[in-house]
């Protein structure tokens, strides 16, 4: 029987049981139909075929309307509490293909207000510059100047606001009790904001004055938001906006959630090298008690963290990472030597990151979007 | 023993016993000496002398402050659901003299997200149609051009949102359950919006930058919002508001609150000189049964409507009301002859209303403020 687990976009607790989940929010599974519908528009990105962007809603309604001329936009965004680990780029990633594959607008939501609210110790000046710092690593991640508009949302609040009170006039505090766990001891705000967050779902139909399909990339625990944005969606006049889950990445600690507030298990963009060779040096693997018995029986890459980061987000390549599966499993590679290689990768990702990320501190002007 | 009355910002019902609220709400009574104050600075208005203005919280201490030549300023404001009625213009009259008085600025809300969020039939673009409308009888009052700005919320939401969120985030559900009576079935919008009635009171502290005091002419049934506004000011920064109640103008029917729901007992501000006679002719008054027993015995002005109407705005000369009440109680004059010389002098203020109305078409962007 499945442990006790909770995700919500507020908690995420206990060991993830990714499928029942699906039952649990009622989305939908991405199955071989799916996959071929995406190989149909170009590549299908390696977290697809890995199952890591494993859920979704209405994601075939989206390629209907894209099949039919009816171009939909993304959004996506994130709660900025502090700098970006490796967890929030994974998403990103996605999101940046779905934007070069369909050629499509994105928004990006900057939830100053959220984690303001949220987070005792946190000043909104302090969250709107960390909104700002986080900005510049989604413009890292190579999005389309053009068709990326970044905006907080205590800086776009009076485009947002009137979608946001029509949103919040159709939930009762019932409903955000039942979906989030809230209880009464909760701020007024963080009950409001799951309105402010329903918003940019419809930001391109407010703009055009028409109705726009919009696609939500965006790990699963968020889910429970846009649960609800699509219960008031079409009493308010709009489409209900689809979504494409991503599972949470793992820690380097080994079941759960990579975490804001975990800092050893964590992998933060502006970590140095010295800092990524000493936390992945120290991730819980799959190894076996002792070199003998490892070369001997093999490690066990399912529950091996540094092999989960390999096969999220670090080995695209899908021959190479099942080499690494035989050779774990054979015993015929060690955890050290594993260890070191992701170091490796992680180290020249993150270097070109923070080099994409020094040169976004030039463009940022022009990803921003406000009132 | 006080009959059960309810007194909110979402509900008045019962007879309404002023003195006891002044206890529940736990607020100042507007006293000998505190007329004394007013009697400094120019004429006590009629309405303080009656005691129709009757309650405060700190207005001494907004005096004080005046006194050392920190001025304060006025806020008040109006929820946009429909036309304007007397009960409406009333609290305004009182705060043109403050403003006149003390030659201070006046922010004036018109809460178009809040009358959407709380009537089911209502949407945003009514709402706004109405603060527009509304303005214009706001303008008509006579407040001074310059020193007097009006504005939307969904208008004002920018600068307006993060004071809200810092007020937000300091409030509960449960602190709202209390004070307002709501409950888990009240739709989140509704549940957030105090902290949008708070912000008005620290805008010019705001657009300074540094600490104003705030004084808040409204009627009691709005203390409760700013019972909360006071209780996390100076946690968010401020000075806490300092408020001046006024009762609420009775209905032509008797005893309960002039109501927008009540067409024939309620005098819009539009309304025609027969309509202002039909419905003072159908008044309810403390007259006897027959002409008769009127002429010996005389009425009672105590329970009468329509001395009421010249209590609280259209007789601010006291001999003269003492005189209506001399010759009511006297049986000197009879329900029909007193209606007539109340309709007049309603027409008359109402013609002019109107012409002031009908002017203010051309000034009323002076008047207005946006982000």
Chains 1, 2 share one sequence.
Not at 3 to 27: A, C, H, K, N, W
Not at 83 to 110: E, I, R, S
């Amino acid at each position: 029987m499945a442990e006790e687990f909770t995700v919500t976009p507020y908690e995420v607790s206990g060991e993830i049981d990714y499928q029942e989940l699906i039952t649990r929010f009622g989305t939908k599974e991405i199955d071989a139909s799916m996959l071929e519908r995406f190989s149909k528009f170009g590549e299908v990105h390696p977290m697809l075929r890995r199952q890591i962007i494993y859920s979704h809603r209405d994601m075939d309604w989206i390629m209907d309307e894209y099949e039919k001329g009816n171009k939909f936009v993304l959004y996506t965004g994130r709660g900025p509490s502090g700098p970006v680990h490796l967890g929030h780029l994974m998403p990103w990633a996605f999101t940046k293909y779905l934007q070069d594959l369909f050629d499509v607008k994105l928004y990006f939501q900057m939830t100053d207000d959220e984690k303001f609210m949220f987070y005792d110790q946190l000043t909104l000046e302090e969250t709107k510059k960390w909104a700002y710092e986080n900005a510049l690593d989604v413009i890292a991640m190579g999005f389309k100047k053009g068709k990326t508009k970044i905006f907080l949302d205590t800086e776009l609040i009076k485009t947002m606001y009137p979608i946001a009170v029509r949103a919040a006039k159709r939930i009762t505090f019932s409903t955000v009790k039942a979906v989030f766990g809230f209880n009464n001891s909760y701020n007024i705000g963080s009950i409001f904001f799951t309105s402010v967050q329903a918003a940019p779902a419809f930001l391109e139909s407010y703009y055009q004055g028409k109705n726009v399909p919009c696609l939500i990339p965006c790990g699963i625990d968020q889910d429970p938001h846009f649960r609800i944005t699509r219960d008031i969606a079409e009493g308010i006049g709009y489409y209900k906006p689809a979504l494409i889950h991503a599972k949470l990445m793992p820690s380097l600690s080994g079941s759960d959630k990579m975490s804001s507030s975990k800092e050893d298990t964590t992998i933060w963009t502006n970590d140095s090298p010295k800092a990524v060779k000493k936390k992945i040096g120290n991730a819980f693997t799959g190894g076996a008690v002792s070199v003998e018995e490892q070369r001997k029986s093999g490690g066990k890459p399912e529950i091996c963290s540094v092999f989960q980061y390999n096969q999220y987000f670090f080995l695209p390549d899908d021959k190479k990472l099942e080499e690494l599966y035989q050779k774990c499993k054979s015993g015929a590679i060690l955890c050290g030597e594993c260890k070191a290689a992701l170091a490796e990768r992680v180290i020249a990702f993150l270097t070109e990151h923070q080099e994409r990320r020094e040169k976004a501190k030039d463009q940022i002007e022009e990803f921003m979007l406000r009132d």
